[in-house]
């Protein structure tokens, strides 16, 4: 059964940090044409906020560009996504989500074309 389990969220002020961690089982995430970091904030569309392929190319929404890293950890079958200067706009359940594996392609931001969703990471960030 494929697990992705987020965790690493929390409470921080403006201008902290957090690391979150996606651990993924069933099929390595190298299986995955590429990974992904989602969020949802209440009352809002789930957003999609960084993206990396299987061969590592990246992809960030503009409103974290500069400020979030995401990266992955192969040997751990781990998804990480490193948050720095957040503000309170960043407050969000987190998410990290996967295709189909073996596929050809990344559905880049397109929340539908994920086959795979963690159970989420609240993170808050208090002015």
């Known amino acids: 059964q494929v697990q992705l389990v987020e965790s690493g969220g929390g409470s921080v002020q403006a201008g902290g940090s957090l690391r979150l961690s996606c651990a993924a089982s069933?099929?390595?995430?190298?299986?995955?044409?590429?990974m992904s970091w989602f969020r949802q904030a209440p009352g809002k569309e789930r957003e999609g906020v960084a993206i990396i392929g299987r061969y590592g190319s990246i992809q960030y929404v503009d409103s974290v560009n500069g400020r979030f890293t995401i990266s992955k950890d192969n040997a751990k079958n781990i998804l990480y996504l490193q948050m720095n200067n957040l503000k309170p706009e960043d407050t969000a359940m987190y998410y990290c989500?996967?295709?189909?594996?073996?596929?050809?392609?990344?559905?880049?931001?397109?929340?539908?074309?994920?086959?795979?969703w963690g159970q989420g990471t609240q993170v808050t960030v208090s002015s």
């Open positions: 069933e099929y390595t995430i190298s299986s995955y044409y590429c």
């Open positions: 989500a996967a295709p189909v594996p073996y596929g050809g392609r990344c559905p880049a931001f397109r929340v539908a074309e994920y086959r795979y």
